[in-house]
DNA sequence: GTGGTTTATC
């Protein structure tokens, strides 16, 4: 039994769970059978085709004539789509002669791991050995370079015009993506010009690209152009709006789509959460569980979120109910995403009970619950999640230093919060960041160390913004130190924020005139009355 | 025996 299984109502699986029973799970084909009676030549990639990998190795192991390029690319395949990369890597090591396909098969696997550093490393191995990349290399190592050595794209760019790969459509997409996070729109188009023979995917590049870099026009334009659309034409049409804003246009597109599936479904589900568009989100989830769409770990993921960002207690407790019966707990998203919930909604117990039994942990999921034993002012029990972090072996970010720094304002661990402070550049190589400076001055601000506060701002590489301006402020406030308030008056910038600060201070101090400019500074710089709301018809169990 | 497009948690 789930030891979650008691905290969830029962209730909640009347809910929706007619339509979630009516979905069949209509997965059974059995290719294997097909592939089995194929005749082939080498008995031992017959055995690997079978999915007998031991059989494979014995027959490798024992006949040293066996043992060609192909034989040895076979088995490093089988071993890299089962997630043994070692096993993998020591072969390919191993290997007197390797072909192209072999390093390309490595380069891929170290693509499908996540692994850009070793993707890297054996890339320049793979030139060092004078191997030629041809338009697959390409195509592995510019989508695997996307997010850690995305500069390099130009120059494989020209290595790739200089072999005359350019007119390659994978290579053409893989070129694309590469040029639409450099933000670079001609090289986007010139890449999309010379794959002679396009096909959707070249054109779904385009019209993302587009989206992307804010042109929704072109992307407009584009899809109309298109010789044939898919479904991802739709959704990345439908995605792109959403990206830039225009939430009703991508709304409109939607529900004109011919056809539509979970992510479509999940991209206008999030497109409005992110819009603080809550009940729109929730009726839409409900059209598509009526329309037989099943929602995946993204979905849940989502839905959740949206619980989170106006604590809707009661739905997020059905939608825990939904995950456990559809057998999604496992995600870690779906996961991440129920713990933040539950600790946004005010329940840290079964946030942390969701934790726990979590098999799969990763720094988002420790990050959501450090975060959320901060913002319930449980300083110790955050730090604590820290060191057993740190022990599991996961690696901090900077998310997790602006939630454990924030852990230590609200338990004015000033020491604790200097020491991480320190050793998250020197031991992790994080950079500080805007929110690490004003959660250091908040901490130094509220234990009454103004001046280390005030030497921290002046010491920043780089302008101080309305959170570090305001952490300063509160300082000042809570310890009456004017003078360093007046300075900031001539340092900041105009902020409603600061104005409003500054006339609490002033008037605190009697100065009426100083606190009447400065409320009249304040009105200029566009701060308006705030509209009070509790949103009741939210709220459930907030603390 | 190798490759590209849509949703992604703090």
């Known amino acids: 039994m789930n030891p979650l299984w008691h905290k969830v109502h029962w209730s909640s699986f009347i809910i929706h769970n007619h339509i979630l029973l009516q979905s069949p799970n209509i997965i059974s084909s059995n290719c294997s059978c097909f592939i089995s009676t194929l005749s082939v030549t080498n008995p031992i990639q017959g055995h690997i085709r079978n999915g007998k990998i031991n059989h494979a190795r014995q027959l490798f192991d024992q006949n040293p004539t066996s043992r060609d390029t192909v034989t040895w690319n076979s088995i490093i395949t089988y071993y890299i789509k089962h997630n043994q990369m070692q096993y993998a890597h020591n072969l390919f090591d191993q290997m007197p002669k390797r072909d192209i396909v072999s390093w390309n098969i490595m380069l891929s696997g170290f693509n499908k791991t996540n692994n850009p550093h070793k993707l890297h490393q054996l890339f320049l191995q793979m030139n060092r050995a004078g191997e030629i990349p041809n338009h697959f290399t390409f195509s592995i190592i510019i989508s695997g370079f996307i997010n850690t050595f995305n500069v390099l794209v130009p120059q494989l760019h020209g290595l790739i015009l200089h072999l005359g790969l350019h007119s390659n459509v994978f290579v053409g997409s893989a070129l694309m993506r590469g040029y639409t996070r450099l933000k670079d729109c001609e090289a986007l188009h010139r890449v999309f010009d010379d794959v002679v023979v396009k096909d959707v995917s070249t054109w779904n590049a385009l019209v993302v690209g587009y989206m992307e870099l804010g042109f929704t026009v072109e992307a407009q334009m584009t899809f109309n152009k298109m010789p044939d659309v898919n479904i991802i034409s739709w959704t990345s049409l439908v995605n792109g709006y959403i990206k830039n804003g225009k939430i009703n246009q991508a709304r409109s597109i939607f529900d004109n789509m011919p056809q539509k599936n979970v992510v479509t479904w999940t991209a206008m589900i999030k497109g409005y959460a992110q819009n603080d568009n809550y009940i729109d989100a929730i009726n839409l989830f409900v059209s598509m569980l009526e329309s037989a769409t099943r929602p995946n770990h993204f979905t849940y993921s989502t839905l959740l979120d949206a619980c989170a960002g106006c604590s809707m207690f009661l739905l997020g407790n059905q939608l825990h109910s939904c995950i456990l019966k559809t057998g999604l707990l496992c995600e870690v998203v779906v996961s991440t995403s ?32 450090i ?55 020197m031991r992790y190589g994080i950079k500080a960041e805007m929110k690490h400076y004003s959660c250091m ?79 009249n500074k304040m009105m200029e710089t566009g701060a308006r009355k705030q509209k009070a709301g509790s949103r009741t018809e939210f709220v459930h169990g907030v603390t």
């Open 338 to 369: 129920l713990i933040d919930m539950y600790m946004k909604c005010g329940d840290i117990e079964v946030a942390l009970c969701v934790f726990e039994s979590m098999e799969k942990k990763n720094t988002v999921s420790w990050n959501s619950v």
């Open 371 to 425: 975060g959320g034993c901060a913002r319930h002012g449980l300083a110790k029990r955050a730090l604590c999640e820290f060191e057993k972090m740190i022990e599991s072996g996961a690696k901090p970010d900077n998310v997790t230093y602006i939630n454990l720094l924030s852990a230590c304002v609200h338990g004015g661990l000033v020491e604790e919060g200097e020491r991480h402070f320190k050793l998250m550049g």
């Open 441 to 519: 001055v908040d901490l130094y601000g509220k234990s009454g160390e103004i001046e280390k506060a005030e030497k921290l701002v002046k010491e920043m590489p780089f302008e101080p913004d309305v959170g570090v301006w305001g952490a300063l402020l509160t300082a000042c406030g809570l310890h009456s130190c004017y003078e360093v308030a007046n300075g900031v008056e001539n340092l900041a910038r105009d902020h409603p924020t600061i104005y409003s600060m500054l006339v609490k201070l002033h008037g605190e101090k009697g100065e009426w005139s100083r606190a009447i400019e400065m409320r």
